[in-house]
């Protein structure tokens, strides 16, 4: 650690209002940032979640993308999203108290649910640069003082309604470097495996029944595991095995 | 790969053809340590199988809802654009939006032509060379797999 209070090979800018600070990010890397960058803003006016879907960031809330220079080759860096969600979720519990890990929990692949509701979402973008490198912005978005109260597909809340008061500041330092911790573990995806298994220790709704809404069709069945690659094992009535690599989630008989 | 590997085995192939037109099945595949055999009545001529790479390890609900036709013999043209991972391909950044790209439009290297998704990471996909976009394989949505044509710029 050093003077900035980020962890060693880490940089970070701090603004008031930008567009989206995964944008930031990808024109700090197109301008030849080597990575390591976090950008946070109090306010986004353009925050964008998967598909096209807008992000709003509440007043107090946490807006923070992280950029990375070849991390991993791009099939592999899609893990990086489960790095993204354990990170987070240990970084709130390290700052709530551990008896949280009974009701912090996370969705496939990286949203993080307090009793069910989410509260924060992860959306990472990877773009090829002119030059040949690849960047990756990992986007982070907490609600820790509000939610918005409408056009979500998944029962929304923030941290302090559900009764975890953390400021979106120290929430970020605690952050950076579970963050950096975690990217460690991942190792440029060698060591996904361990990633993994901290991951489905602290995943919700494993074994149970959920319906997945693919990009053209809905499907259904029981949350069985991850597989080696991430993706979401589901076993269809009749005992077949069905992987999946993107969709949504939805929980039978909850919020 | 030992030399041995690469003569084929020529009395397994007849034997394992002669099986499948006994069974009336359509493939028939047979394994060992170093070698994998396909035979296959129509629509794919009878062939041998190069022991590696292996297949994804599971069938994925993905694949089974692809279209009939599969681009596969386009992978080796020279203008092809390949899925660089496993994923969801998207041919415009949200829905409802105009395409990255269509038929018949000219692209330069580097512009990204489509988004591949997996695990909530968007991938924005390159065009790997300048020229016009003669032929897209995939719809908005698709799932696409390793190594997967996704379109021919030439």
Redesign the interface.
């Known amino acids: 650690m050093d003077e900035t209070g980020l962890p060693s090979g880490y940089r970070r800018e701090a603004h008031d209002s930008v567009t989206s600070t995964s944008s930031v990010v990808l024109e700090r890397a197109r301008n030849g940032d080597p990575g390591g960058l976090w950008v946070t803003a109090r306010d986004q006016t353009e925050g964008r979640g998967?598909?096209?879907?807008h992000w709003t960031t509440g007043e107090g809330n946490l807006a923070a993308s992280l950029l990375l220079v070849d991390p991993a080759p791009?099939?592999i860096?899609?893990?990086?999203?489960?790095v993204a969600g354990l990170a987070l979720h240990r970084a709130i519990v390290g700052l709530a108290g551990i008896a949280l890990v009974e009701r912090l929990k996370l969705k496939w692949?990286?949203d993080l649910l307090l009793g069910g509701r989410k509260v924060a979402g992860?959306?990472?973008?990877?773009?090829?640069m002119?030059d040949g490198r690849f960047a990756?912005a990992v986007g982070i978005g907490v609600n820790c003082l509000s939610h918005p109260q409408s056009e979500a597909t998944f029962a929304a809340d923030d941290l302090m309604t559900g009764g975890v008061a953390i400021e979106s500041e120290r929430l970020f330092a605690g952050l950076a470097f579970t963050m950096a911790d975690e990217i460690e573990r991942w190792d440029r995806g060698g060591g996904f495996a361990e990633v993994r298994s901290a991951w489905l220790d602290r995943a919700y709704g494993i074994g149970e029944r959920i319906t997945?809404n693919?990009?053209?069709?809905v499907?259904d069945g029981s949350f069985e595991t991850l597989?080696?690659?991430?993706?979401l094992?589901?076993g269809r009535p009749g005992g077949?095995?069905?992987?999946?690599?993107?969709g949504d989630l939805f929980f039978a008989g909850r919020a | 790969m030992s030399d041995k590997k690469k003569s084929v085995d020529h009395d397994l192939i007849r034997e394992l053809s002669r099986l499948l037109t006994e069974t009336d099945l359509t493939e028939i595949e047979f394994e060992d340590d170093d070698m994998r055999i396909r035979v296959a009545r129509n629509p794919a001529p009878a062939v041998p199988v190069p022991p590696a790479p292996p297949p994804p390890p599971a069938p994925s609900a993905e694949q089974s809802h692809r279209p009939a036709t599969q681009p596969d013999d386009m992978s080796s043209h020279p203008g092809a654009l390949l899925s660089p991972m496993v994923g969801t391909a998207y041919l415009a950044a949200e829905p409802g939006a105009r395409p990255y790209i269509d038929i018949g439009e000219s692209v330069r290297e580097g512009q990204t032509v489509m988004i591949v998704e997996a695990m909530k990471t968007m991938n924005q996909i390159p065009a790997t060379r300048s020229g016009k976009v003669t032929r897209i394989f995939v719809e908005d949505g698709q799932p696409v797999e390793y190594g997967e044509p996704l379109m021919i710029i030439e």
């Open positions: 998967r598909r096209g879907r791009p099939p860096a899609a893990t990086i999203s489960f692949p990286n992860i959306l990472v973008e990877g773009e090829k002119a990756v997945v693919l990009n053209d069709r499907i597989d080696d690659d991430g993706r094992v589901l077949a095995r069905e992987t999946i690599s993107a």
